[in-house]
């Protein structure tokens, strides 16, 4: 089955402990991005990748890290989490980045409590 | 500062009725448009995609889109109850570029 997963789905962590999202597909995709939900803000996007070793910057990539050194895997780093980063945090994959034949999936989310 | 608009909502109506939901994007150059469903406490599941001016039909839903105008819209006809949901609309400026998102249109059917 086609799909991108995410882990942790819920975490409860304490400000400055370090924490990474892992977010994998298996469709092949090259291009991944993460992005992060908040009432009121909408949907905003933290970084994406276009291919291996390729990340760009999104709207909000303050305070988070990313890599990608295999095609599947995306994770999201947080290197000294905060409060204001409680969110609830999307990864997705699509083909080749949003054309328009192109279809992005998203995974399940992960529900990220900073205390 | 690239920006899509929509309308907050809640967009309120009975079910059978046409539900009309609206985005307005500044990036004249944007290239492909995007609408997405979202469930509360779920993720973004894509609708349509619009990248030609005018109207786009799939089943009970309807993109279009004007350029000119810098708007799209999505038409839902013969709304159900299980249409109630957030609906996002989604900008991609260039291929290969961020997806930018509208905060989204919280759509209700009632029966």
């Known amino acids: 089955e086609a799909q991108v997963t995410q882990n942790p789905r819920y975490l409860i962590t304490v400000t400055g402990k370090k924490l990474t999202v892992t977010c994998s597909q298996n469709?092949?995709?090259?291009?991944m991005s993460w992005y992060r939900q908040d009432p009121g803000l909408g949907l905003r996007q933290i970084y994406y990748?276009?291919?291996?070793?390729?990340?760009d910057k999104g709207d909000v990539p303050e305070g988070y890290k990313v890599s990608r050194k295999e095609k599947r895997n995306f994770p999201l780093i947080l290197e000294s989490p905060s409060p204001n980063q409680t969110s609830l945090y999307f990864c997705?994959?699509?083909?080749?980045?949003?054309?328009?034949?192109?279809?992005?999936?998203f995974g399940p989310g992960t529900r990220l409590t900073v205390l | 500062q690239k920006e899509v608009e929509q309308n907050s909502g809640p967009l309120s109506v009975p079910e059978g009725a046409i539900a009309s939901l609206n985005c307005t994007y500044s990036?004249?150059?944007?290239?492909?448009f995007f609408w997405y469903r979202q469930y509360s406490g779920k993720s973004p599941e894509l609708i349509m995609f619009?990248?030609?001016?005018g109207d786009k039909e799939d089943g009970r839903f309807t993109a279009q889109l004007n350029k000119a105008s810098q708007y799209v819209s999505l038409l839902i006809r013969d709304s159900q109850p299980s249409d109630s949901a957030t609906y996002l609309c989604?900008?991609?400026?260039?291929?290969?570029?961020?997806?930018?998102f509208g905060k989204g249109t919280t759509l209700s059917v009632s029966s």
């Open positions: 469709m092949n995709h090259e291009y």
């Open positions: 997705a994959s699509s083909l080749t980045g949003g054309t328009g034949t192109d279809t992005q999936y």
């Open positions: 990748s276009m291919n291996v070793e390729v990340t």
């Open positions: 619009i990248y030609s001016n």
């Open positions: 989604a900008v991609n400026p260039q291929a290969g570029t961020a997806l930018i």
């Open positions: 990036d004249r150059g944007s290239q492909s």
